[in-house]
């Protein structure tokens, strides 16, 4: 069975705008997102326009704040402290990458964590680690949608998460124990990853290498949720798992795109309207 994410994501977002209908019926304020975009990084664009649009459809205010990528990292550091201070900003979100004359941790680290929707800001971490509620990254809750969406419970399933990233690898990996899944997280410097994958409940490929996972890694009946975006020989867009050599031997999959890549979307504007609700209290 193949794991819709443009249908589930289209689902979460149509639900995101009844509630934000239900905002402007009352006279309320609108949740509003704010993306900073540094330079003219041509996929950085292209992210940036289809989270606007997404803010669109659900009647969600959005600002892109573009910027020159001479920028110095003085300069940003006040865009920033504005923002924070901007009682009608819910959620700031800057687009990475950014120039290497900035340091990205630096300027992630001074958003605040309570508009901080990406879900990268060290309080928000040290949440997810503690099992708190806080802003959660993403991707990571795009796919803890997608398993809820199927019916799939983690209780007691073996998980293995190949990819060890701050951004996907190591919160997902939380967010499965938090699910009481037993969790293995696989890397570059795994001994018989083969081996590893083949136990899986559940493989989550999170690599970046372009088909790297076919049949010989995948156990029959295994759920296979696929976070990679590469270009194929053919300069297709594709995942990091051979998606005709395995979708015979899951039971689920994820396609790329249009599997976890939509969700991701979904789940930052759900972020907006939760940091939004715990502002207005």
Same mark, same amino acid.
């Given at each position: 069975?193949?794991?819709?994410?443009?249908?589930?994501?289209?689902?979460? !977002?149509?639900?995101?705008? !009844?509630?934000?209908?239900?905002?402007?019926?009352?006279?309320?304020?609108?949740?509003?997102?704010?993306?900073?975009?540094?330079?003219?990084?041509?996929?950085?664009?292209?992210?940036?326009?289809?989270?606007?649009?997404?803010?669109?459809?659900?009647?969600?205010?959005?600002?892109?704040?573009?910027?020159?990528?001479?920028?110095?990292?003085?300069?940003?550091?006040?865009?920033?402290?504005?923002?924070?201070?901007?009682?009608?900003?819910?959620?700031?979100?800057?687009?990475?990458?950014?120039?290497?004359?900035?340091?990205?941790?630096?300027?992630?680290?001074?958003?605040?964590?309570?508009?901080?929707?990406?879900?990268?800001?060290?309080?928000?971490?040290?949440?997810?680690?503690?099992?708190?509620?806080?802003?959660?990254? %993403?991707?990571?809750?795009?796919?803890?949608?997608?398993?809820?969406?199927?019916?799939?419970?983690?209780?007691?399933?073996?998980?293995?998460?190949?990819?060890?990233?701050?951004?996907?690898?190591?919160?997902?990996?939380?967010?499965?124990?938090?699910?009481?899944?037993?969790?293995?997280?696989?890397?570059?410097?795994?001994?018989?990853?083969?081996?590893? %994958?083949?136990?899986?409940?559940?493989?989550?490929?999170?690599?970046?290498?372009? !088909? $790297?996972?076919?049949?010989?890694?995948?156990? !029959?009946?295994?759920?296979?949720?696929?976070?990679?975006?590469?270009?194929?020989?053919?300069?297709?867009? %594709?995942?990091?798992?051979? $998606?005709?050599?395995?979708?015979?031997?899951?039971?689920?999959?994820?396609?790329?795109?249009?599997?976890?890549?939509?969700?991701?979307?979904?789940?930052?504007?759900?972020?907006?309207?939760?940091?939004?609700?715990?502002?207005?209290?």
């Amino acid at each position: 069975m193949i794991i819709d994410g443009k249908a589930i994501s289209l689902k979460r !977002k149509d639900e995101l705008k !009844k509630k934000i209908d239900l905002l402007r019926s009352e006279g309320k304020r609108i949740p509003k997102l704010t993306v900073v975009l540094v330079g003219d990084n041509q996929a950085s664009q292209t992210y940036v326009r289809n989270k606007e649009k997404a803010c669109a459809y659900v009647g969600m205010l959005s600002e892109i704040i573009r910027l020159d990528d001479t920028i110095n990292e003085q300069e940003l550091i006040q865009v920033i402290t504005g923002l924070n201070q901007d009682q009608s900003v819910d959620g700031i979100l800057v687009q990475l990458p950014l120039p290497s004359h900035i340091h990205e941790e630096r300027i992630l680290d001074l958003i605040d964590p309570s508009k901080d929707v990406d879900g990268f800001h060290p309080s928000n971490v040290a949440k997810l680690l503690l099992g708190q509620k806080g802003l959660v990254p %993403c991707t990571p809750q795009g796919m803890m949608v997608l398993l809820d969406e199927i019916g799939f419970d983690l209780t007691g399933k073996e998980v293995v998460v190949v990819g060890r990233s701050n951004i996907v690898g190591k919160p997902v990996a939380l967010l499965c124990l938090q699910k009481n899944a037993t969790v293995t997280i696989a890397h570059s410097r795994t001994q018989n990853l083969k081996n590893v %994958c083949q136990r899986a409940d559940v493989l989550i490929a999170a690599i970046g290498q372009t !088909k $790297f996972f076919n049949k010989d890694y995948i156990k !029959k009946g295994a759920v296979v949720l696929d976070v990679g975006m590469n270009r194929d020989e053919n300069k297709k867009l %594709c995942g990091d798992v051979d $998606f005709k050599d395995v979708e015979d031997i899951a039971s689920y999959i994820t396609p790329v795109p249009g599997g976890v890549g939509p969700m991701t979307i979904a789940m930052l504007l759900e972020n907006t309207l939760l940091a939004y609700n715990q502002r207005e209290g």
